[in-house]
């Protein structure tokens, strides 16, 4: 087991992977395609900086790369926001979703 593996905030990215992809499902073929695929690359940018950080010598690098991370959840929250505002998927779950991650909305 690598160290990322035990950091809560990485548990928690992989959740969110798997609640996004769920989520693509719903998606038309169309969507699935356009934002569904960007939704799946920001979420799994996440977890992957904050691993590839972890993996780094210095805490500067390492910052650096969670720093990258929260850019990334940002980029999956603004999306979800897209999904609401086209009728994809409803704000309720949403907000349900997100307060998990984020302690707030």
């Given at each position: ?21 769920d989520l ?11 934002l ?5 690359r920001a979420?799994?940018s996440i ?5 590839e950080?972890?993996?780094?010598n210095?805490?500067?690098?390492q ?13 999956v ?7 609401v ?10 907000k349900?979703?997100?307060s998990?991650?984020?302690?707030r909305?």
């Open positions: 087991m690598f160290n990322f593996e035990n950091l809560l905030i990485s548990q928690k990215g992989r959740t969110l992977i798997n609640q996004i992809y693509q499902e719903q998606f038309s073929s169309t969507e699935r395609y356009a569904g695929d960007q939704l799946r979420a799994v977890t992957s900086n904050i691993a950080g972890m993996g780094k210095s805490i500067k690098e910052i650096h790369f969670i720093e990258i991370s929260f850019g990334s959840l940002m980029e929250y603004s999306q979800l926001l897209i999904a505002d086209r009728h994809f998927i409803h704000s309720r779950r949403v349900q979703n997100c998990r991650y984020t302690g909305i």
